[in-house]
């Protein structure tokens, strides 16, 4: 159910990589996406459904393609969380999702953005830098009715990187979010001491 990213994207590279937490269990409700938008800016997702069995899988591929139709019609990544939690508030769903969405440009690098109740990026940089970014957004999708999602606009540098996660990546016994966040920051990263 999780799609085959495009090959080439404008002025982009997107990579992604899904690991199961658990052997033999690769189905869940983690998902990402990454899209060429109508107005030639790229849109790029990762979600997480509460959950780890084929229900929360079916509800994360609802909820997938609920983003991507959307998308088609709107371009602000608020107005797309916005209507998405609409849809999925009048279909009353036993479960929630986190997403955080991204429409980027990639003739100057503008990134709009938001999250709801999603883990923060990690932007890094080729000198080794990096900082971690909270996005503005709201409440979880398909809870709330008549949520506005808010959103932010930031540049994305040249030779810089976008890396987003989910929690299972960056928290865990022994692992605090922001230890998570740090060593998802290294660049080049270093090898896991923690599993």
């Given at each position: 159910m999780?799609?085959t ?5 404008p002025?982009l590279?997107v990579?992604?990589r899904?690991r199961?937490?658990r052997?033999g269990l690769?189905i ?9 938008m109508p107005?030639?800016a790229v ?5 997480d459904?509460q959950g ?6 079916a509800?994360?591929?609802q909820?997938?393609m609920?983003?991507r139709a959307?998308a088609?019609?709107e371009?602000?990544p608020g107005?797309?969380l916005?209507?998405t939690?609409e849809?999925l ?6 479960r929630f999702a986190?997403?955080?969405m991204?429409?980027?440009d990639p003739h ?6 938001t999250?709801?109740?999603h883990?923060?990026l ?7 830098s990096?900082e ?5 957004g709201?409440?979880v999708?398909?809870v709330l009715?008549g949520?506005?999602y808010r ?12 890396v987003m996660v ?6 865990g016994p ?14 080049p990263?270093k ?5």
């Amino acid at each position: 159910m999780l799609p085959t990213l495009p090959e080439r994207l404008p002025g982009l590279e997107v990579a992604a990589r899904y690991r199961p937490s658990r052997g033999g269990l690769d189905i869940g409700g983690k998902w990402y996406d990454a899209f060429l938008m109508p107005d030639g800016a790229v849109a790029v997702e990762i979600g997480d459904v509460q959950g780890h069995d084929v229900d929360a899988a079916a509800f994360m591929g609802q909820v997938r393609m609920s983003l991507r139709a959307i998308a088609a019609q709107e371009q602000d990544p608020g107005t797309v969380l916005t209507r998405t939690n609409e849809l999925l508030v009048t279909t009353a769903p036993a479960r929630f999702a986190t997403c955080t969405m991204l429409h980027i440009d990639p003739h100057d690098g503008q990134v709009t953005g938001t999250s709801v109740g999603h883990v923060p990026l990690v932007c890094a940089h080729k000198d080794g830098s990096h900082e971690v970014r909270e996005l503005p957004g709201g409440p979880v999708l398909g809870v709330l009715p008549g949520t506005e999602y808010r959103e932010e606009t930031f540049t994305l540098d040249d030779d810089s990187a976008l890396v987003m996660v989910t929690d299972g990546v960056v928290e865990g016994p022994g692992l605090t979010l922001a230890a998570g966040l740090e060593r998802a920051g290294r660049w080049p990263p270093k090898p896991s001491t923690t599993g």
